[in-house]
């Protein structure tokens, strides 16, 4: 499954910002003139932020979806002990030998999709970690033309005020997006 990334960049930066802040304790900006920085730190007060990726590629001649969920580690992490008391230590040797199963019930929970209206049966295919980041695929099959996507998706809202879900939904070259997070967790789009 190949999805690429329409704001890789912005993702990447962030992965940098979270590794900086987890690692040295602080934020780190590379390149800026020091009085700038003073200047924005005088009169702007740091906020860490939330955000998941979730790319959605529906094939219509296969009448198949492909869901690819991007979250950072930490975060995630957190909400899985939130809710099971279990840390999955993803991505390390000591990770929970049921660290699948985990990660599978938290996101059958928390995403949800519907084509034309009729709720569609989500498939795990897997899970890997990347550096700083954990993707999470499923797959739906036997969809019907789509028209509508309705996606509902609250992954981490609970463990974050500040989280957001952008959602990229994809047919045949054209995306479409949602910005999803507390206060709207779902929302809809149309081809």
Request: glycine share 6%; hydrophobic share 45%; with cysteine.
């Amino acid at each position: 499954m190949v999805i690429g990334l329409k704001i890789s960049d912005m993702l990447q930066t962030q992965v940098e910002v979270k590794r900086e802040r987890r690692h040295a304790g602080k934020f780190v900006f590379l390149g800026m003139n020091p009085a700038l920085l003073l200047a924005l730190f005088l009169h702007i007060s740091v906020h860490p932020f939330y955000i998941s990726m979730c790319q959605i590629e529906l094939r219509p001649e296969a009448k198949t979806a492909e869901v690819a969920i991007k979250c950072f580690t930490d975060d995630l992490e957190k909400a899985l002990v939130a809710e099971t008391g279990v840390n999955p230590r993803l991505g390390t040797p000591a990770e929970a030998k049921d660290a699948r199963q985990m990660l599978e019930a938290y996101f059958n929970r928390h995403f949800r999709l519907k084509v034309n209206d009729a709720a569609a049966s989500l498939q795990w295919v897997g899970f890997e970690v990347e550096m700083d980041v954990v993707w999470v695929y499923f797959e739906a099959q036997n969809l019907p033309k789509p028209q509508r996507i309705t996606v509902f998706n609250d992954v981490l809202v609970r463990e974050f005020e500040n989280q957001n879900n952008i959602v990229q939904v994809t047919l045949t070259g054209k995306t479409k997006g949602l910005m999803l997070g507390r206060g709207k967790t779902s929302g809809e789009v149309q081809f």
